[in-house]
């Protein structure tokens, strides 16, 4: 294989192996560990299979963000690989660390990664997702993210698969405490099928905020969502996602459980139809006792002719017009995302911005 | 020298016509003024003069400096030295005021300006806010206006740019208005243009404008000094003053 496509594939999502950069490294090659590196102290990189070795109490941790429900998470219970990933107790992680999953050659990729912030440290995470431009196949991917006390967890995941890959991530978030978990989602590029739900328990004062930027190309069909469940006093969660369909069908899901008084939700999904395509917005809350404040957004349109004509009448043209409008669609505010996380959601975006025009 | 000439204009909106049989000549150095009952079709002119597609033009031309523009795109048109101050911009949401005015500001060589016009219109404030998002009435005029004076257009279109808007900053508006259009050098230096949309005619009190036009029901039927204008409107009303030109034609 060449190293070429890996490289360039690699940076599409934002991996860039290169310690000045990141503070830790991960690449998972089809079942295979490739690469794992770490620059920084505070942090623990090891394949999942190691670190089951090296530490018994890891067992505790397995399937219990996100427990085995359909035919995908029982292949990946049979056989995987995968990250554990964890910050040391009051550890500060700023630079992120890279994770990458490339699938090339296998029919399934399997994975099963770990993820603890231990009390009071935190991190950022670049998670690149991506696969060889003629791969066929599928990939399975169950994460559990562990969050404890006063922790912070910043996860970026950016994904770019070939035309004929399946995804079905699994992914599940405990927040202690006092913790926060700030998930971001991007998926600009083709994919068959995307299907992912993930869900954060939330315990006392703890949040979560999903962000997710999505585009579902055409011959794709993309159903995500995000589900926060509110089980303290206190808890937060806010949903946000922007989904464009240039031809494909978007299912975009959103799912707010209170099961405690006194706890904050809000869900926003807006979407836009280029040309054609299709839009499903699902956006639910749920209220299981007094006092809660839960509220939902939910908008899908088109480009507006006026706004075209607006940015025209400064000395645009019609595409760098529509380009700047998608793009600001696309410009969510995301709260508390470090700087080098921003530039390769900005990226991405840009990569993406010629295909859609 | 000829800036803009619209021979015989008619102009429909959805099947709809609401101009007919517009003519208006503007030469270089002059600032016309533009009366009319809401409604009456203002704000359709200059769409149909900057290129709105929305605003068809199923008769007539519109000669901008001796080029017949009727088809081009707005881009076109912007490119070749016209602009304008929207009444009504859209709100466009992720897109920050200062990359429009990056963008004004390449067309018109006005980058080494962009900080000093914001302070002028005291916009400094808002360069990174969302394009119109959450703007106030005013501050909706005062973006208008920065973004045009970036741009710098030969042909510049002022809908309403006064209403709404408090004392001080009528003040403010109307300097940049007189800045705009070349207010302080004598006619035959000027290089600029423009057309003023009012009712109040408060800006008058910072420009002072060569001629007012009257447009009523899609109609221009009154031109003269604007002053005068200005003072028959209040005195007879749209209606009566209308009569009074007819009658004078
Ligand atoms: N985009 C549009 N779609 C539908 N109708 C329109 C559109 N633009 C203008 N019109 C109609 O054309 C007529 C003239 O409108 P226009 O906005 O030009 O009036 P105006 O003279 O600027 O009024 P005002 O003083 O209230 O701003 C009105 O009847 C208006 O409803
Ligand atoms: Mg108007």
């Known amino acids: 294989m060449s190293e070429e496509i890996l490289k360039d594939r690699l940076e599409s999502v934002g991996i860039e192996m290169n310690p000045k950069k990141r503070s830790g490294s991960f690449l998972l090659l089809d079942q295979e560990v490739k690469n794992v590196a770490k620059f920084m102290e505070g942090l623990e990189i090891l394949p999942i299979k190691r670190a089951l070795e090296k530490y018994d109490w890891l067992e505790d941790y397995m399937w219990k963000a996100v427990k085995v429900k359909d035919e995908y998470t029982k292949e990946v219970e049979e056989d995987f690989n995968g990250y554990f990933i964890r910050a040391l107790p009051n550890a500060k992680v700023e630079i992120p660390v890279e994770a990458c999953l490339y699938l090339s050659r296998v029919k399934k990729q399997k994975v099963h990664n770990i993820v603890i912030a231990e009390e009071g440290s935190e991190i950022n995470i670049i998670s690149g997702c991506t696969s060889h431009p003629k791969a066929m196949g599928m990939h399975i991917g169950v994460s559990e993210f562990y969050v404890k006390k006063n922790a912070k967890l910043t996860f970026t995941m950016i994904h770019s698969w070939s035309e004929d890959i399946e995804v079905r991530p699994r992914s599940g978030v405990i927040v202690e405490e006092n913790g926060a978990f700030i998930s971001n989602y991007v998926l600009l590029a083709p994919a068959k099928l995307v299907q992912m739900y993930p869900t954060a328990y939330l315990k006392r004062n703890a949040t979560a905020v999903f962000s997710s930027i999505v585009v579902a190309f055409k011959n794709a069909t993309i159903d995500m969502g995000n589900r926060a469940i509110l089980m303290e ?52 809350l749920e209220a299981k006792c007094p006092n809660v404040d839960l509220s939902h957004e939910a908008a899908i349109g088109k480009i507006a002719e006026e706004e075209i004509f607006y940015l025209m009448s400064r000395g645009m043209t019609q595409d760098e017009a529509t380009a700047t409008i998608i793009r600001g669609f696309m410009e969510i505010d995301i709260k508390g995302i470090p700087p080098a996380l921003k530039r390769e959601i900005d990226k991405a975006i840009e990569l993406a911005e010629k295909e859609l025009l | 020298m000829d800036m803009l000439r619209l021979v015989n204009l008619g102009v429909e909106v959805d099947g709809r016509k609401i101009l007919e049989n517009v003519n208006l000549y503007v030469q270089k150095g002059q600032t016309f003024v533009l009366f009319g009952p809401n409604g009456s079709g203002k704000s359709s002119l200059l769409m149909t003069i900057v290129g709105n597609p929305k605003y068809k033009v199923f008769d007539g031309r519109i000669i901008f400096k001796g080029e017949d523009i009727t088809e081009l795109p707005t881009d076109e048109r912007v490119k070749r030295g016209m602009g304008i101050a929207f009444q009504n911009p859209p709100k466009i949401g992720g897109v920050k005021l200062i990359d429009v005015l990056k963008h004004c500001a390449k067309l018109g060589k006005t980058e080494d300006k962009i900080e000093e016009y914001a302070k002028l219109l005291g916009m400094e404030d808002f360069l990174h806010r969302e394009l119109n998002v959450g703007f106030s009435g005013g501050e909706v005029k005062r973006s208008e206006l920065l973004q045009l004076m970036l741009l710098n257009p030969d042909f510049v279109m002022l809908d309403e740019p006064d209403s709404g808007v408090d004392l001080e900053n009528i003040a403010i508006i109307g300097k940049a208005i007189r800045m705009l259009l070349e207010r302080d050098k ?45 003072k028959d409107i209040s005195e007879f009303g749209y209606e009566g003053c209308v009569k009074r030109c007819l009658r004078r034609f």
């Open chain 2, 186 to 230: 004598p006619m035959d230096e000027r290089s600029k243009a423009g057309i003023i949309i009012t009712h109040t005619g408060h800006i008058l009190n910072y420009v002072d404008a060569d001629y007012g036009v009257i447009l009523y029901k899609g109609r221009v039927v009154c031109m003269g000094n604007p002053f005068d204008l200005l």
């Open chain 1, 233 to 284: 006093k206190g808890s937060s969660a806010e949903i946000i996602s922007r989904t464009i369909s240039k031809g494909g069908r978007v299912i975009a899901r959103g799912h707010i459980v209170a099961e405690s008084p006194e706890v904050k939700g809000h869900l926003e999904c807006r979407g836009l139809i280029l040309n054609e395509g299709e839009i499903l917005a699902i956006p639910e």
